[in-house]
């Protein structure tokens, strides 16, 4: 798949120190972590918009949603752990550009839209964690702003296999093209 580099942002999500770490299926953080390093790495060389997204709150947990749910996100007392929202080592570069979102999905309540808009993207590039929420959510959200989607595979991952491929089977092909890391190219 060969995309336009002037009119495309690689957008990555959640790739953060309190996120990448646990059980993830069906590839590890740290595994999608090294894809999208990559990935970020081809689109600098190429002069592409790279975007970084991280998830964080309030030590008092003020700025989070508190509707009732039958299995709300645990909220250890006293705030996430300090590092929780730094981004992986190595990921971030000097020209990136960072939003810090508050839920899952990456433009309600961000700039995102404001950055790319400005830069004149079309087409938005997705990977990161977790694949069924906030990768998800943005890529929902994106589509519905009119932005080209193409959803990286192998630079996802999430809490269960099916969970993944519930998004990848019967969400992302209404609403994007399907690629792996290999596969993308930039021109």
Known sequence: MQ???NTTALVLIDLQKGI???DRRPYSGEQVVTVAKG???RFRQAGA??????VGF???WAD???QPVDSPAPRPDGGAPKDYSDFADGLYADGDIII???NWGAFYGTPLDLHLRRRGIDTVVLAGIATNYGVESTARDAWER???LVIVEDACTTVSEDAQTLSFKYVFPRIARVTTSANLKLG
């Open 58 to 60: 309030a030590a008092d």
């Open 64 to 66: 989070a949603l508190r």
């Open 20 to 22: 990448i770490g646990g």
């Open 49 to 54: 918009t790279v975007v970084l997204v991280h």
């Open 146 to 148: 009119g932005y080209e």
């Open 39 to 41: 990935l970020a790495d």
């Open 100 to 102: 810090h979102k508050r």
């Open 3 to 5: 995309l336009n580099a």
